[in-house]
């Protein structure tokens, strides 16, 4: 009986996200962005708008990871940031001492 009530023909299709899937990092190629950004929003007690350098950071590592399609950083949000240098950049631990 509940079919006979259903009087549309449309049918749900889902559709991709307009910006792709995001992989998840499965090598821990940006774990240590990732950190330094999780680390940054704990001492700002969540406040994300004091941790936006640290943000473009973690997607500029997921981009150059292709771990996320590359788009212009003015289009994610940061474009008055650009000119800025990042801060603390966490480095690589494959690096010698």
Request: overall charge positive; proline content about 6%; some cysteine.
């Amino acid at each position: 009986m509940s079919t006979a009530m259903n009087f549309s023909s449309k049918t749900f299709r889902p559709r991709a996200p307009d910006k792709g899937a995001f992989p998840l990092d499965h090598f821990g190629e940006c774990k240590a962005f990732k950190d330094t950004f999780m680390h940054c929003l704990r001492v700002n007690s969540f406040d994300n708008s004091k941790c936006r350098l640290q943000s473009k950071d973690y997607l500029e590592c997921r981009m150059d990871n292709q771990l996320m399609a590359r788009e212009p950083l003015e289009k994610l949000g940061f474009k008055d940031i650009m000119d800025e240098p990042s801060s603390e950049k966490p480095e690589s631990k494959s690096s010698g001492q």
